[in-house]
């Protein structure tokens, strides 16, 4: 069974920077399709980054909204995903989710969230 943990969200001021982490627990992390999604109060959640497993040359792809300032990386020997947010917005705040999929197997699983606030 996979379970993901997130880590890494605080209150930081406009223009800081943010790294979170995902630690993924289980078997089989290359195989997975890893994602950060947030949620905004009174919002749907809304995907942000993605990095594909290691079957796919684990390609990244980033939301329009925080292009240029975050980036997504994996460490395959903690098995965690990472995100690193830099010139951070006030419209950055949000919960942010991890979430681990491999479509052909059918197997979805979602952290809990960690909470991030850009405030001044």
């Known amino acids: 069974q996979v379970q993901l943990v997130e880590s890494g969200g605080g209150t930081v001021q406009p223009g800081g920077s943010l790294r979170l982490s995902c630690t993924f627990s289980g078997n089989s992390f290359r195989i997975y399709d890893l994602y950060w999604y947030r949620q905004a109060p009174g919002n749907k959640r809304e995907w942000v980054a993605s990095i594909a497993s290691e079957f796919k040359n684990a390609e990244t792809n980033i939301s329009d909204s925080v292009k240029g300032r975050f980036t997504i990386s994996k460490d395959l020997a903690k098995n965690t995903v990472n995100l690193q947010m830099s010139s951070l917005k006030p419209e950055d705040t949000a919960v942010y989710f991890c979430?681990?999929?491999?479509?052909?197997?059918?197997?979805?699983?979602w952290g809990k969230g960690t909470l991030v606030t850009v405030s001044s």
């Open positions: 979430n681990a999929r491999h479509d052909a197997l059918r197997r979805y699983y």
